[in-house]
């Protein structure tokens, strides 16, 4: 079955720190993975996505992610973060034929501190 | 283009009303899905559809209904609520192929059974 651990509930940064959180997902064929932001009582917005090629894979907001095939990880890093990134972060997976099914880990809550 | 509109945002309800969530998309997109989100769980699937005329059970189908009449709607309906299920609902939606295997989601509606 299709699963996805974000292995931290809830991670707190300085500002200007760097930043990684953790993302290891089990699927069973080729997955198509994904990073989604949601800030307080807002939807999810699409930070990055991983399908094939390159393993290092930029997203918007100076977000990057890189897929390891060999630990089922697909981690989120930013090299600096701004009181702005505050939310919280979902990890998800999904398949060539279930794009719409996609499965969702628990999320990670980002907090900031000045 | 509007995206995935949800409505209404918020809503109350007593133990055994039914009501209906709306969900539109103005991007064409073959794919719709239903998902809520619940504290340390993250998002699941309830109910999707690949295409009018189809739709098919999630994770957590139980107690809700969905048809697809039009590409452009994807309701969900509560035949009898239950303070189970209280949760935020989100509706999304996408289009198949290695590209644009993403999903789109809406602003979701917070809903609240008494």
């Known amino acids: 079955a299709q699963s996805v651990t974000q292995p931290d509930i809830h991670i707190t940064v300085s500002e200007g720190a760097s930043l990684e959180l953790r993302c290891n997902y089990s699927y069973g064929a080729t997955p198509y993975l994904f990073w989604y932001v949601q800030s307080p009582g807002q939807g999810l917005q699409l930070l990055l996505k991983?399908?094939?090629?390159?393993?290092l894979v930029q997203g918007i907001k100076g977000f990057e992610a890189e897929f390891k095939r060999s630990q089922s990880s697909f981690n989120l890093r930013k090299p600096s973060v701004h009181w702005s990134d505050a939310a919280e972060y979902f990890c998800?997976?999904?398949?060539?034929?279930?794009?719409?099914?996609?499965?969702f880990g628990q999320g990670t809550r980002l907090t900031i501190n000045p | 283009n509007a995206g995935v509109t949800q409505t209404p945002k918020f809503q109350v309800l007593k133990t055994g009303q039914s009501m209906t969530l709306q969900c539109a998309q103005d991007?064409?997109?073959?794919?719709m899905s239903w998902y809520r989100q619940d504290p340390g769980m993250g998002l699941r699937l309830i109910h999707y559809?690949?295409?009018?005329?189809?739709?098919d059970q999630g994770e957590v189908p139980n107690g809700y209904n969905v048809s697809r009449s039009t590409t452009e709607d994807f309701p969900l309906r509560l035949l009898s609520a239950a303070p189970s299920q209280t949760s935020v609902y989100f509706c999304?939606?996408?289009?198949?192929?290695?590209?644009?295997?993403?999903?789109?989601f809406g602003p979701g509606t917070r809903l609240t059974v008494l």
């Open positions: 991007m064409n997109h073959e794919y």
């Open positions: 991983y399908f094939s090629g390159d393993t």
């Open positions: 998800a997976v999904g398949g060539v034929q279930g794009a719409q099914k996609l499965v």
């Open positions: 999304a939606s996408g289009t198949p192929g290695s590209s644009y295997n993403e999903q789109f």
């Open positions: 559809s690949v295409g009018a005329g189809i739709t």
